[in-house]
């Protein structure tokens, strides 16, 4: 999608006549100053084709739109007793812990993906986590064992964003010698992430970029 209002308006106006049946759900939203994050499940021409996309939106002083990240993947249908990978509850709750949780998911990215802390794990990881990531089983030690087999790490981490019990980072990740844009979704309760979903994509080479990149 090119800079600008114009690129802005080509890209879905051309998306508007590809996709004419089109049913857009969001399904979370998560406010941080002037930032918003959407969780959306696009569903096309009566499924041809089912995204999950995920959007930070910067507004400015008018509440215009002024910048705008995304990631996008294939929705995927559940199999063999998984959980969906983006529907789900949703009540953001414990405003006053928005700082503690932003922290600590903060701290869990830099010790465990930036550092290599895993024996620190447990700080931060509940043990009956809650995964949408199709790839990863159920539970804290599951995701553990994905982390240390992908040998995933982050190369840094661009936004973090958090309302409550929901903290949403965006960064770029490496998972077996593969970088990727990724958006985390956390949600914590007592100070622990018992819930968790991603999306990602593979990095886009320099010279294939109409625009500023992916971050």
Do not use: C
């Not at 739109?65 to 990631?71: A, F, K, N």
């Not at 969906?84 to 010790?111: C, H, M, P, S, Y």
Request: hydrophobic content about 35%.
């Amino acid at each position: 999608m090119p800079d600008g209002k114009e690129g802005f308006a080509a890209f879905f106006a051309n998306f508007f006549e590809r996709h004419p049946e089109r049913e857009m759900k969001i399904v979370r939203t998560i406010e941080d100053g002037n930032l918003v994050f959407v969780h959306v499940h696009q569903y096309l021409n009566g499924g041809e084709a089912q995204w999950v996309t995920t959007d930070t939106f910067r507004a400015d002083e008018n509440g215009r739109i002024v910048e705008h990240w995304d990631v996008i993947d294939y929705y995927r249908v559940p199999e063999n007793g998984q959980l969906d990978q983006i529907f789900g509850d949703f009540e953001i709750k414990d405003l006053d812990k928005t700082v503690a949780n932003k922290k600590t998911v903060r701290r869990f990215l830099t010790e465990i993906f930036q550092n290599g802390e895993l024996e620190q794990w447990s700080d931060y990881v509940a043990e009956d986590l809650i995964q949408h990531n199709h790839e990863i089983g159920q539970g804290s030690q599951a995701y553990k064992n994905y982390v240390a087999e992908h040998d995933l790490t982050f190369d840094f981490v661009f936004q973090l964003l958090g309302q409550g019990n929901y903290v949403v980072s965006y960064g770029q990740t490496q998972i077996d010698g593969v970088a990727y844009a990724q958006y985390d979704i956390f949600r914590l309760e007592n100070g622990l992430i018992v819930e968790h979903w991603d999306n990602k994509e593979v990095m886009p080479k320099v010279e294939d970029l109409t625009n500023r990149g992916k971050f």
